[in-house]
């Protein structure tokens, strides 16, 4: 199995469902000011800060960066160590340290959890429920649980915990299939800011070795 791409967002889905403790009328008051928000959503970039902690080992690994995004499924996530770029048909993988990258179609690649995830498809591949619990370190929010319909999902389960300004997740949790548990905040959001489409390509620097994976 290959490497998990954590920073991927790497990236906790922005759904919304059934409530047992609100009425029908608020229940479906709040999910229709989410589906609004998200289709109205053209363009996105938001700066990120994520912690990944393994069930074996006591360290936690933090990393922090930026996301830009459009809702055809093209991303790029940079930081410090690494950049990933997708144009929804290659994913380009540059790792600095290594001065490599490995390019891949981006529909053999299983770990990968696309940033669209958290914005975009919302409605795929999970059953959700819109929890109780109110109540966030960042204040009131929409507290959502995804449960993955296919038991061999990367992600097993995972929490969004969004803001009830503007509907946008600003804390992620969840679990991967290898134990792994990855909590990313999220902060600075711009939408609909003009992109230029090369953003969604990744020029080899020089002296880079370039890895086609078959």
Not at 57 to 63: E, I, L, P, R, S
Request: proline share 3%; hydrophobic share 40%; glycine share 2%.
């Amino acid at each position: 199995m290959r490497k998990p791409l954590h920073i991927t967002i790497s990236s906790a889905i922005i759904i919304l469902l059934f409530v047992i403790n609100l009425s029908a009328s608020k229940e479906d008051d709040v999910l229709k000011k989410i589906d609004n928000r998200l289709e109205e959503i053209e363009t996105l970039q938001v700066e990120f800060e994520q912690e990944v902690s393994s069930g074996v080992f006591a360290t936690v690994d933090k990393t922090s960066g930026k996301i830009v995004l459009s809702n055809n499924d093209k991303f790029r996530i940079e930081t410090e160590d690494q950049t990933i770029v997708s144009d929804s048909i290659l994913i380009w993988v540059y790792s600095v340290e290594n001065k490599q990258v490995k390019i891949d179609s981006v529909h053999k690649v299983d770990d990968l959890v696309r940033p669209s995830e958290y914005v975009f498809t919302f409605k795929e591949g999970y059953e959700a429920d819109l929890l109780a619990d109110n109540e966030c370190d960042f204040g009131e929010c929409f507290k959502i649980l995804l449960t993955a319909l296919d038991k061999d999902n990367f992600i097993k389960e995972m929490y969004l915990f969004i803001d009830p300004e503007n509907f946008l997740t600003k804390r992620a949790e969840y679990k991967d299939i290898n134990g792994n548990l990855v909590t990313i905040r999220f902060k600075d959001y711009k939408i609909d800011r003009k992109i230029p489409p090369e953003i969604f390509k990744f020029k080899t620097p020089k002296g880079v070795e370039e890895i086609r994976l078959p």
